[in-house]
């Protein structure tokens, strides 16, 4: 079985800054692509950044230039350093990650329970 834990939330005064982190625990082959993403009360779950399994990363307009999504593959492990933090970002932090349980055969979602952003004064 697999489970994501995100990590790392908290309050932060606005242009502060937060590190979180997904880590993956359990039985697998691997983590592929892993993605952010974000969901503010009343509001949709948007995706803020996604790191794919080589590398290559996006973002959303909104922390283009802010936030950084970064992954230690040895660790199974997915960062979001988040700086210059505006209240407009407070939200649950989820990570979602496609893993391959089983060599050869296609990736699996998974979803974290999600960690709290609460940017205020």
């Known amino acids: 079985q697999v489970q994501l834990v995100e990590s790392g939330g908290g309050l932060v005064q606005p242009g502060g800054s937060l590190r979180l982190s997904c880590a993956a625990s359990g039985s697998f082959y691997s983590v592929n692509a892993v993605g952010w993403y974000r969901q503010a009360p009343g509001k949709e779950r948007e995706l803020v950044a996604h790191i794919t399994t080589g590398g290559s990363t996006n973002y959303a307009d909104s922390v283009k230039g802010r936030f950084t999504i970064s992954r230690d593959n040895a660790k199974n492990t997915v960062y979001l350093q988040m700086n210059s933090l505006q209240p407009e970002d407070t939200a649950v932090y989820y990570c979602?990650?496609?893993?391959?349980?089983?060599?050869?055969?296609?990736?699996?979602?998974?979803w974290g329970k999600g960690t709290l952003v609460t940017v205020s004064s």
């Open positions: 979602n990650a496609a893993v391959v349980i089983t060599r050869y055969y296609n990736p699996l979602a998974y």
